[in-house]
């Protein structure tokens, strides 16, 4: 390297000493990111847990398991836990670790209020959680929020103590997402080394730099959704009632201007981290990095006109559903985009197929699956038939599932060695991949063909029509979360397992970038001094040549 | 981090580590799970809810104190003070997006929600079948009359009035920020101080409108759409003059005691900023709910 700044740091950082000085009273981007992806891991297995009563309650027709209304807390409490507990943190987790790295900063930019962007998390999913708790461990109340995590009223507001709860933990969760955004956005705009252009950027740091600006623009649209649900329930406001001359869909359209850049928050970050991916086992070059950068951009842009396809079947003008359907469907130019250059990144390479390699090729062959779905969700008389069936439910699991979850599996694959200096063991690795892409296929492929043959999604109890499938995906299910044990193992053997193979500090071999010239790990303090770039030492070249 | 670190500028500035977000996250949780309580009407809830209001406010105090008093060392370069410029410009956008959602709902509603109800376009079934006896109009309080009658405020009494205030209370504060950056401390005193006034003279204002609406023309919170929209919309506005005052009236104790030099005032400038993110979401209220 032509300036190596990690040597001279090895000797002396200034990590704090003691539990309550470094994690308590953090500011460093590392531990903070730690804390997050960490965080994120016990929600995942918190929600998968919720995920295997619900498919265990499916696996049958009739009630077996559980009352209904414990179902639809379970279903209601899944999706949120694993979208802003599991899912977003994930990808703020890998931000804190890997955006000071890649451009060059000690640190985020505004590090103390790095620390209470996270810690308001496990507080927020306290506060989430506590009526569902209060009632499985001591029978007290009525137990978690049922009416879906798009909190749609009248429905949701007819729950008993827990809406206040749900509402006011939505309130934290957007003040720490809103924070953290800033951060984020603070650190590439004003933390990068010189010389680190914007489009010199890696493509995992554009896209959070857009994901970010998503999460400034739409948190707060949820937060003044949710304000006026909790207006119309304790304080006599009507805004979400005929009655007094507001409207349910109302809620629906305010919830969906959200709630869809909401989609585009969960995933654009996994597109980056996939365009790190595929060039370093492909040993070539992102194919096309501006029109990568650019279709972000596109997507980011269109997220913000196409809220109501959420919403077809509610009773629109017929102006508005073809509006909105037509400008969904553009969503899938800038997407092929991406997934033409990543196809073409890998033609002619010189691919080999580690575990993080693996996860992000499952990515693009899966995710264009739920993108292809979303694509028949699309088309309002399509859609007519398929709303609110197992096939949506297929389709976004799809996108989350193997999209974005897959990504972020990609990810701590890719970057694991250089977090804790040492290699995961490859053998298991493999493992882990082939068994969750069999068993989350078995889990959710057969979740269309359910949907298609008209199983209505968030209900205990089926047709006897339907058990075939229902078994099938159940013991999908089943296996794909016993499968998850294993990562969790081969995560927590990297970080404590002394015998591991030392990582080098580039780790793989076609790896290029900014994290890769630091020391694995790496110093405390990232970079202490701006670093010297040259072009070699960018993630995908200068493309200005 | 020493002192030294911070003048050379090839060296980046990383702050120590604090206790004060961690009190924050413990504050903000109290306060939260104080308003869950207190809506459900759990009897010790409202305690739980000043308990943690009090404590954001200690923290508040101490988290600034901190800041203020590493800044007055100075202890912060040129990249820090861009990093807080970036920050607060974001946070502003944010705010902007929260109200947002509210005017999206007015207009949402006045345009399209109370037309169907009254049978335009698509909502003609509807109208015939449920709320037969509804003719749309604004202001209403929907097809049941919610909250009773009420009457609407005119814009163009303490509305209008309210509107000169903010606008002056902008001007006056950026002839405190030339008169700053100019050095000339009365000036900049006395024009800032007139701005907290003219503020205090908004709430003031505003306070006495909404006890005319409750008390003499029956429109409350509960009078349908045109009252939650009025009160909601208005009333997170007050809430954020409110706080625009407080940190301008922090501001001038904060110049009082000579915290910022010609050149290096951020602090004042970001609550300047904000001052006058409050007036313009006043001009489009002023606009969309009281003149229209």
């Given at each position: 390297?032509?300036?190596?700044?990690?040597?001279?740091?090895?000797?002396?950082?200034?990590?704090?000493?003691?539990?309550?000085?470094?994690?308590?009273?953090?500011?460093n981007?590392?531990?903070?990111?730690?804390?997050?992806?960490?965080?994120?891991?016990v929600?995942?297995?918190?929600?998968?847990?919720?995920?295997?009563?619900?498919?265990?309650?499916?696996?049958?027709?009739?009630?077996?398991?559980i009352?209904?209304?414990?179902?639809?807390?379970?279903?209601?409490?899944?999706?949120?836990?694993?979208?802003?507990?599991?899912?977003?943190?994930?990808?703020?987790?890998?931000?804190?670790?890997?955006?000071?790295?890649?451009?060059?900063?000690?640190?985020?930019?505004?590090?103390?209020?790095?620390?209470?962007?996270?810690?308001?998390?496990?507080?927020?999913?306290?506060?989430?959680l506590?009526?569902l708790?209060?009632?499985?461990?001591f029978?007290?109340?009525?137990?978690?929020?049922?009416?879906?995590?798009?909190?749609?009223p009248?429905?949701?507001?007819?729950?008993?103590?827990?809406?206040?709860?749900?509402?006011?933990?939505?309130?934290?969760?957007?003040?720490?997402?809103?924070?953290?955004?800033?951060?984020?956005?603070?650190?590439?705009?004003?933390?990068?080394?010189?010389?680190?252009?914007?489009?010199?950027?890696p493509?995992?740091v554009?896209s959070?730099?857009?994901?970010?600006?998503?999460l400034i623009?739409?948190?707060?649209?949820?937060a003044?959704?949710?304000?006026?649900?909790?207006?119309?329930?304790?304080?006599?406001?009507?805004?979400?009632?005929?009655?007094?001359?507001?409207?349910?869909v109302?809620?629906q359209?305010?919830?969906?201007?959200?709630?869809?850049?909401?989609?585009?928050?969960?995933?654009?970050?996994?597109f980056?981290?996939?365009?790190?991916?595929?060039p370093t086992?492909?040993?070539?070059?992102?194919?096309g990095?501006?029109?990568?950068v650019?279709?972000?951009?596109?997507?980011?842009?269109?997220?913000?006109?196409?809220?109501?396809?959420h919403?077809?079947?509610?009773?629109?003008?017929?102006?508005?559903?073809?509006?909105?359907?037509?400008?969904?469907?553009?969503?899938?130019?800038?997407?092929?985009?991406?997934v033409f250059?990543w196809?073409?990144?890998m033609?002619?390479?010189s691919?080999t197929?580690?575990?993080?390699?693996?996860?992000?090729?499952?990515?693009?062959?899966?995710?264009?699956?739920?993108?292809?779905?979303?694509?028949?969700?699309?088309?309002v008389?399509a859609?007519?038939?398929?709303?609110?069936?197992?096939?949506?439910?297929?389709?976004?699991?799809?996108?989350?599932?193997?999209?974005?979850?897959?990504?972020?599996?990609?990810?701590?694959?890719?970057?694991?060695?250089?977090?804790?200096?040492?290699?995961?063991?490859?053998?298991?690795?493999?493992?882990?991949?082939w068994?969750?892409?069999i068993?989350?296929?078995?889990?959710f492929?057969p979740?269309?063909?359910?949907?298609?043959?008209?199983?209505?999604?968030?209900?205990?109890?089926?047709?006897?029509?339907?058990?075939?499938?229902?078994?099938?995906?159940?013991?999908?299910?089943?296996?794909?979360?016993?499968?998850q044990?294993?990562?969790?193992?081969?995560?927590?053997d990297?970080?404590?397992?002394?015998?591991l193979?030392?990582?080098?500090?580039?780790?793989w071999?076609?790896?290029?970038?900014?994290?890769?010239?630091?020391?694995?790990p790496?110093?405390?303090?990232?970079?202490?001094?701006?670093?010297?770039?040259?072009?070699?030492?960018?993630?995908?070249?200068?493309?200005?040549? | 981090?020493?002192?030294?670190?911070?003048?050379?500028?090839?060296?980046?500035?990383?702050p120590?580590?604090?206790?004060?977000?961690?009190?924050?996250?413990?504050?903000?949780?109290?306060?939260?799970?104080g308003?869950?309580?207190?809506?459900?009407?759990?009897?010790?809830?409202?305690?739980?809810?000043?308990?943690?209001?009090?404590?954001?406010?200690?923290?508040l105090?101490?988290?600034?104190?901190?800041?203020?008093?590493?800044s007055?060392?100075?202890?912060?370069?040129?990249q820090v003070?861009v990093?807080?410029?970036?920050?607060?410009?974001?946070?502003?956008?944010?705010?902007?997006?929260?109200?947002?959602?509210?005017?999206?709902?007015?207009?949402?509603?006045?345009?399209?929600?109370?037309?169907?109800?009254?049978?335009?376009?698509?909502?003609?079934?509807?109208?015939?079948?449920?709320?037969?006896?509804?003719?749309?109009?604004?202001?209403?309080?929907?097809?049941?009359k919610?909250?009773?009658?009420?009457?609407?405020?005119?814009?163009?009494?303490?509305?209008?009035?309210?509107?000169?205030?903010?606008l002056?209370?902008?001007?006056?504060?950026?002839?405190?920020?030339?008169?700053?950056?100019a050095?000339?401390?009365?000036?900049?005193?006395?024009?800032?101080?007139?701005?907290?006034?003219?503020g205090?003279?908004?709430?003031?204002?505003?306070?006495?409108?909404?006890?005319?609406?409750?008390?003499?023309?029956?429109?409350?919170?509960?009078?349908?759409?045109?009252?939650?929209?009025?009160?909601m919309?208005?009333?997170?506005?007050?809430?954020?003059?409110?706080?625009?005052t407080?940190?301008?009236?922090?501001?001038?104790?904060?110049?009082?005691?000579?915290?910022?030099?010609?050149?290096?005032?951020f602090g004042?400038?970001?609550?300047?900023?904000?001052?006058?993110?409050?007036?313009?979401?006043?001009?489009?209220?002023f606009?969309?709910?009281?003149?229209?």
């Amino acid at each position: 390297m032509a300036h190596d700044a990690s040597t001279h740091h090895d000797d002396h950082d200034h990590k704090p000493h003691g539990f309550v000085n470094r994690w308590l009273y953090a500011t460093n981007h590392k531990d903070i990111g730690t804390m997050y992806l960490v965080f994120s891991l016990v929600m995942f297995f918190l929600g998968g847990l919720m995920a295997m009563v619900i498919r265990g309650e499916l696996m049958f027709p009739g009630l077996q398991l559980i009352e209904p209304e414990f179902f639809n807390q379970m279903t209601t409490m899944h999706a949120l836990v694993m979208i802003f507990g599991a899912v977003m943190p994930a990808f703020v987790g890998l931000a804190n670790w890997m955006i000071p790295m890649m451009v060059g900063a000690p640190d985020m930019a505004l590090p103390r209020m790095n620390n209470w962007s996270f810690w308001i998390m496990p507080f927020a999913f306290t506060t989430l959680l506590l009526p569902l708790a209060l009632k499985v461990f001591f029978d007290i109340g009525g137990g978690g929020p049922a009416g879906g995590w798009t909190l749609y009223p009248p429905l949701s507001l007819q729950g008993g103590d827990s809406v206040a709860f749900t509402i006011f933990a939505v309130h934290m969760m957007g003040i720490s997402s809103i924070m953290g955004a800033i951060n984020i956005i603070a650190t590439i705009l004003n933390m990068r080394a010189p010389g680190m252009d914007l489009l010199k950027m890696p493509v995992f740091v554009w896209s959070w730099l857009i994901t970010a600006f998503l999460l400034i623009a739409v948190m707060p649209v949820l937060a003044g959704a949710v304000t006026m649900l909790l207006t119309d329930k304790f304080f006599g406001t009507t805004f979400f009632s005929a009655t007094g001359g507001g409207d349910p869909v109302m809620f629906q359209h305010i919830f969906w201007f959200f709630g869809h850049p909401e989609v585009y928050i969960m995933i654009l970050p996994a597109f980056g981290i996939v365009s790190e991916i595929i060039p370093t086992f492909s040993r070539k070059p992102l194919f096309g990095y501006k029109a990568m950068v650019y279709a972000i951009a596109s997507i980011a842009f269109l997220s913000f006109i196409v809220w109501a396809h959420h919403m077809f079947t509610v009773g629109m003008p017929l102006g508005g559903e073809l509006f909105f359907m037509y400008a969904t469907m553009l969503i899938a130019v800038p997407t092929g985009i991406k997934v033409f250059n990543w196809v073409f990144t890998m033609w002619k390479g010189s691919m080999t197929f580690e575990t993080p390699m693996l996860f992000a090729l499952a990515f693009v062959i899966l995710f264009s699956i739920g993108g292809f779905s979303g694509l028949m969700l699309a088309i309002v008389p399509a859609d007519f038939q398929y709303h609110d069936t197992y096939f949506v439910v297929a389709h976004f699991h799809y996108v989350l599932v193997t999209g974005a979850i897959f990504s972020v599996m990609a990810a701590v694959y890719y970057w694991l060695p250089k977090w804790t200096g040492r290699m995961y063991n490859e053998r298991l690795g493999k493992i882990h991949f082939w068994a969750s892409a069999i068993s989350v296929n078995v889990l959710f492929f057969p979740q269309h063909f359910l949907g298609l043959a008209g199983m209505p999604r968030r209900i205990p109890d089926y047709n006897v029509a339907f058990a075939d499938w229902n078994l099938v995906s159940s013991l999908g299910g089943f296996a794909f979360g016993l499968t998850q044990l294993l990562f969790a193992y081969i995560v927590w053997d990297c970080s404590r397992n002394k015998s591991l193979a030392k990582a080098t500090d580039q780790v793989w071999e076609g790896a290029h970038g900014l994290e890769w010239t630091l020391s694995s790990p790496p110093p405390y303090h990232s970079f202490t001094t701006p670093p010297v770039i040259t072009d070699s030492m960018l993630a995908h070249g200068n493309v200005a040549h | 981090m020493g002192q030294t670190e911070t003048h050379d500028p090839n060296i980046y500035y990383v702050p120590h580590a604090s206790r004060w977000p961690i009190i924050a996250t413990l504050a903000l949780f109290t306060t939260m799970i104080g308003a869950a309580l207190t809506v459900n009407k759990v009897a010790v809830g409202h305690y739980v809810l000043y308990a943690g209001l009090a404590a954001l406010v200690f923290m508040l105090f101490g988290w600034f104190g901190d800041v203020i008093r590493e800044s007055v060392k100075g202890f912060y370069n040129r990249q820090v003070d861009v990093s807080f410029r970036m920050g607060m410009i974001w946070f502003i956008f944010s705010e902007v997006m929260f109200f947002a959602a509210f005017f999206g709902a007015l207009f949402y509603a006045r345009m399209f929600v109370v037309p169907w109800l009254g049978g335009e376009g698509d909502g003609a079934l509807t109208h015939e079948f449920i709320w037969s006896g509804y003719s749309s109009a604004w202001p209403t309080n929907g097809p049941l009359k919610v909250g009773g009658m009420f009457e609407t405020i005119g814009a163009w009494g303490l509305p209008f009035l309210n509107t000169l205030i903010l606008l002056t209370s902008g001007i006056t504060v950026t002839i405190a920020h030339h008169a700053l950056r100019a050095g000339e401390r009365g000036k900049l005193l006395t024009f800032l101080g007139v701005t907290v006034a003219l503020g205090m003279l908004f709430l003031y204002f505003q306070a006495t409108e909404y006890y005319h609406a409750y008390h003499e023309l029956g429109l409350t919170l509960g009078s349908g759409i045109y009252g939650s929209t009025f009160f909601m919309l208005t009333g997170f506005h007050g809430l954020h003059v409110t706080l625009g005052t407080i940190m301008l009236l922090v501001i001038w104790f904060r110049c009082a005691k000579g915290h910022f030099s010609r050149d290096h005032h951020f602090g004042f400038e970001a609550v300047a900023w904000y001052w006058h993110f409050v007036d313009v979401v006043w001009l489009g209220l002023f606009l969309f709910v009281y003149v229209l």
